[in-house]
């Protein structure tokens, strides 16, 4: 990849751990942004970056962005207010975005669109913002795109919104403490997407899931355990009290978790970044440990 890559969503989590991967290569980044003055813009203004503002709902604001552009980064953003606005069993707001830009990209005769999607999006899961993954990914093959779909799993970063209750001793999930659950760092996400965007005629055409750990529960707590210093115990939390604190679309996940689990195999991810960060790995670099 010799030109620039459009990376949307480039303060968020993801889209930012794309972008700082694709500038540790060398590769020109356009990040779009809706705030060109937020801290994480700034950050990735300061690495050589160029900053755009625009919005996922406005096709004027992508197609300014787009031009120029030889490649594009975009993943679908699931959101506690996006999961009220469901339609067929996906999220309206989802597909509506991920469609679009797929249509400009085409338009602008794109030469590598990476799609950050989500693992298992193939399986007709039943989970609204998984399926609207998928329904961007078949509208990715019908408009002919040289596209990669990267299907990541459960983000350690959704860790942290529990830190203060695991640093007091609790893991408190739905899942049963043997049921395997698969993980991986968003630093991870970017790493691979960025080793995509430099060998485009090896993954043009492919979808990968991506995944950097596969622990129970049980194992999970225990490995939070090791690394704050004090046991953690795993709770069971009820399906019931579950949904009445998250909501219907987060059962739904955590039902397939459950249920059936994400196929993804640690091993093919460690294949392309030897260095994919356990669990544990995450949490000490995290400062877990203090």
Do not use: C
């Not at 942004?33 to 755009?52: F, M, N, S, T």
């Not at 959704?158 to 991986?184: C, D, F, V, Y």
């Amino acid at each position: 990849m010799d030109g620039i890559v459009l990376v949307t969503g480039a303060t968020g989590k993801q889209g930012g751990a794309v972008a700082h991967s694709l500038l540790d290569r060398g590769i020109l980044v356009r990040a779009l942004v809706r705030d060109p003055g937020k801290a994480e813009a700034q950050a990735l203004a300061r690495r050589g970056a160029e900053i755009v503002a625009g919005d996922m709902n406005d096709a004027g604001s992508l197609r300014r962005a787009l031009v120029g552009a030889d490649g594009v980064f975009t993943y679908g953003v699931y959101s506690a207010q996006a999961a009220h606005e469901t339609k067929g069993g996906t999220v309206v707001s989802e597909v509506r975005q991920g469609q679009q830009l797929a249509e400009l990209a085409a338009e602008a005769k794109i030469k590598h669109f990476v799609y950050g999607s989500v693992a298992s999006a193939d399986r007709n899961t039943g989970v609204p913002h998984f399926d609207s993954k998928a329904e961007v990914e078949k509208h990715i093959r019908a408009l002919g795109l040289p596209a990669t779909v990267l299907r990541p799993v459960f983000f350690m970063s959704n860790w942290e919104r529990m830190r203060a209750q695991i640093m007091s001793g609790t893991l408190a999930q739905p899942l049963k403490p043997t049921t395997r659950h698969k993980q991986i760092a968003v630093r991870d996400i970017g790493a691979f997407a960025a080793r995509v965007f430099v060998d485009p005629d090896r993954w043009i055409g492919r979808a990968v899931d991506l995944a950097g750990d596969a622990l129970t529960m049980a194992e999970t707590a225990a490995t939070m355990s090791r690394v704050i210093g004090r046991e953690v115990s795993y709770v069971q939390v009820p399906w019931d009290k579950f949904e009445a604190q998250l909501g219907r679309q987060t059962l739904l996940m955590f039902r397939f978790f459950e249920n059936v689990g994400f196929a993804a195999d640690p091993a093919e991810l460690r294949a392309e970044v030897p260095d994919a960060l356990t669990l544990e790995a995450y949490l000490r670099a995290e400062g877990w440990g203090g």
